[in-house]
Each structure stands twice: as C-alpha cells, then as structure tokens.
C-alpha cells in the first residue's frame, strides 16, 4: 500500500470499529481517540506485512535468494522462488525461516548457516530427509563458528547438543513430515479432513504441528501462516489461539473490556474477536499481529519490526 492507500484504508477500519462499537459489541478500549488512532495504525502495518509476502509472489525473485553463500540470501523469498517446482525445498526453508527467525542485527545470517552456507552442498531438504543424523551432528559440530542469532520469536531457542536444541527440533520436525511421505501430502491430507475448507485445515495441522519440538503457539502459527502467504497451502488461520498466548489475549481484554488484566475467559475474548474479524475482514492473522503490538502501547503508535 502507497501513503494514499494506507491513509484510506486507515479511515475506512476505524468508521467499520466505531460502527462495530455502536450496533455490535463495545469496544471500551478504543474509545479514546489517542488509543483508536494507534490501534489502526497497528491493523494496517499488520496488514502490509500480510500483503507484502503476497506481493512479493507476482514479482521476479533472484536466484540468489536461495543461495546461502550470497549476502542476498532470503529462505521466504527462496521458498517463493521455488514454490512451483521444489515445492519440498521450499517448505523446508520456510521451516528454517521460522525456526531462526529473522533478527534485527543479523537479519537471515543464522538460517543461510543452518542451510548450509560454509558447506559445498547445502543442507537440503532431501539430504536431511535421508540422513537427519548427519546433519545433526554437523550442526552439533559447526554451532560454535556461527554468527548469525535468533529472531525476536525465537530467542529463547538453542543451537547447543541437548534434547531442547535445534538438532532435537529439526529431528522431530523430519519425523513428523517422514510420517506423511512429504509436506504435500501433509497439506493434502489436512485439506482432505477439513474438506477443503482453509481456515479447518489450518486449525488441523496447527493441532498436528504439536509433534514438532519447542514449536509452541507463535512458532505454529508462524510457521502455517507462512506456507499460506508463500502459496505453498491453501490454509488460512481460523483463529488467533490467544488462550496460549500473552500479548494477543491482553490486547483484546484491552479492547473488549477497557482494562489488559480483566478476568474475561480467552474462549469468550476469542468468539468477539471472530465476530470483529468477519466485521473488518482482515484475516485472523492480521487481528493476532495487531493484538499483540497495540497492547504494547496502546495509546500511541509504534512500529514493531522484532
């Protein structure tokens, strides 16, 4: 979205939030102006970050964002560039993506090491499909001389031997994906019980994700929320699952309720929340992005780039 764009939508969210506010369900939280203006403010940059993944599909993508020996080195803008004929690879380097993260100083440094980039031969999805062991150890073996460091949503992760390491995580992830043949036939069975439906598909493999080591609520959701920006699934989220979470529930008992430390249950914040969404049609993921960051500073704007 241009200045122009993002200014009419802006006018256009809070008239649906005033009117939403008046014939639906309060919005006590964002009754002053100061916290309305900052709220908004958070749906649209939420809204951008949703889009802009999506806008990066229709444009050419350089070979070297897939190249972890290249400074241009990118896994999201790789798994988009490879989407249509490695599909496998490019799930792979979505999980790197979201397993790493991507921090502020270091950006992608740590991902382009896990894939391989002091290494001939990348670390692909199809060498550790057959092999994980051998590329746990070498992991195991190589953390001490990496430089790159974990994003904001993953810093508490580890790249260290041990059953809560990155060689732990990436075993699970392999044994969870081996135990469908691939990530295709993942999505498509997911699909398949859900009958096609993408918000039920989402909330069967968010459920079936559980299997994957030290991905809790935000590394799932990042995780699937990702595979249906990049187009690797037609999944989209059903839910902003905040009963596990901290920032998405504080910032819709501030919403709904006026106060963040209301005693409001998370299934009832979640229902409203569901009732907001199909009343904005922003997506559920867009409504836990911008949760979470409005209740940060609810009433004055500040971006979140972590």
């Not at 460091?149 to 993953?154: D, I, V």
């Not at 439906?197 to 990042?222: H, I, K, P, S, W």
Request: contains cysteine; aromatic residues 10%; positive net charge.
């Amino acid at each position: 979205m241009n200045a122009h764009e993002k200014e009419q939508r802006a006018f256009e969210l809070e008239a649906q939030l005033i009117q939403f506010h008046r014939r639906a369900i309060p919005l006590p939280g964002v009754v002053p102006p100061e916290n309305m203006l900052a709220f908004v403010a958070q749906l649209i940059d939420s809204i951008h970050r949703v889009e802009f993944v999506r806008t990066v599909r229709d444009r050419h993508v350089s070979v070297a964002r897939a190249d972890p020996k290249s400074p241009l080195f990118d896994p999201i803008r790789a798994a988009i560039t490879l989407s249509a004929k490695q599909t496998e690879e490019a799930f792979w380097l979505v999980f790197l993506a979201t397993h790493c993260g991507r921090n502020l100083r270091t950006a992608w440094q740590l991902a382009a090491e896990l894939y391989g980039s002091s290494e001939l031969v990348p670390w692909t999805w199809a060498r550790v499909l057959v092999d994980p062991k051998s590329y746990i150890d070498w992991i195991e073996g190589h953390y001490e001389t990496f430089g790159g460091k974990f994003g904001n949503h993953r810093k508490y992760e580890s790249l260290k031997p041990g059953p809560k390491g990155t060689g732990a995580i990436v075993r699970s992830y392999v044994d969870w994906i081996a135990g469908y043949g691939s990530h295709a036939a993942m999505v498509g069975q997911a699909r398949a019980h859900a009958d096609g439906n993408a918000r039920r598909a989402f909330g069967v493999l968010y459920e079936q994700m559980r299997a994957v080591l030290r991905f809790g609520r935000t590394g799932r959701f990042d995780y699937l929320t990702m595979l249906g920006k990049v187009g690797l699934a037609d999944i989209e989220a059903d839910s902003t699952y905040m009963n596990e979470a901290t920032g998405p529930k504080r910032g819709a008992k501030l919403l709904f309720d006026g106060q963040i430390d209301s005693k409001t249950r998370a299934k009832t914040l979640e229902a409203r929340v569901a009732v907001l969404e199909r009343h904005l049609g922003v997506g559920m993921q867009v409504m836990e992005d911008a949760l979470c960051n409005w209740q940060k500073s609810p009433n004055s704007y500040r971006p979140f780039r972590g």
